[in-house]
Nanobody, 123 residues
Framework: QVQLVESGGGLVQGGGALRLSCVASGRTFSNYAMGWFRQTPGKDREFVGSITDDGRTTYADSVKGRFTISRDNPKNTVYLQMNRLKPEDPAVYYC?????????????????WGQGTQATVSS
């Protein structure tokens, strides 16, 4: 089992920044691809971005140029830096772990999920 705990959500003004973190425990972290997803009412869980075991990142078009994913394997932590937040960005953000070094854009490709952290954008 892998346990994931997200933190860093909160209320930010439009155009502001927020940094989310996800700490993994329970199993080896360094060989797992990690993903960030978000979900809002009435929508399916949406891919935000991912990072492979060796640090290669992939982003959804909606966040490219604004969001950055990084990982610190010794700390078992992956980060989502969200900059220039837009009104469409508020959501519950979820960290996910995939038992593979390769990423997936499909939430069904991930094996473990955190409980989510709320990010809210105010005008």
């Amino acid at each position: 089992q892998v346990q994931l705990v997200e933190s860093g959500g909160g209320l930010v003004q439009g155009g502001g920044a927020l940094r989310l973190s996800c700490v993994a425990s329970g199993r080896t972290f360094s060989n797992y691809a990690m993903g960030w997803f978000r979900q809002t009412p009435g929508k399916d869980r949406e891919f935000v971005g991912s990072i492979t075991d060796d640090g290669r990142t992939t982003y959804a078009d909606s966040v490219k140029g604004r969001f950055t994913i990084s990982r610190d394997n010794p700390k078992n932590t992956v980060y989502l830096q969200m900059n220039r937040l837009k009104p469409e960005d508020p959501a519950v953000y979820y960290c996910a772990a995939r038992e593979s070094p390769w990423y997936s854009m499909n939430p069904f490709g991930y094996d473990y999920w955190g409980q989510g952290t709320q990010a809210t954008v105010s005008s």
